[in-house]
């Protein structure tokens, strides 16, 4: 009942947006707001892996969470 709504400590929202299955962080004593991607599996809950590092031309990095290096940071 309602009484119950006060006493989670740690609030998930699980959601849908188009084709991906999102986890809210709402509510947490320690930890601030975030949302995560992930699948189910046979195994059980799963994050969502970060796509592959690939290589350009040049054999640098190109990692889409990294801001790509400059001519003089090389």
Known sequence: GESWGHAATVRLIFH???S???ATLYK???QKESTIP???TSHGFRDVQ???VTQN???TEMNPR???RREEEK
Do not use: M, T
Request: charged share 30%; no cysteine.
């Open 28 to 30: 947490s004593p320690n």
């Open 50 to 52: 970060p796509p592959a």
């Open 20 to 22: 991906q299955r999102l």
């Open 66 to 68: 990294k801001r790509p």
């Open 57 to 59: 031309a040049e054999d």
């Open 38 to 40: 992930y699948h189910i």
């Open 16 to 18: 849908w947006d188009n």
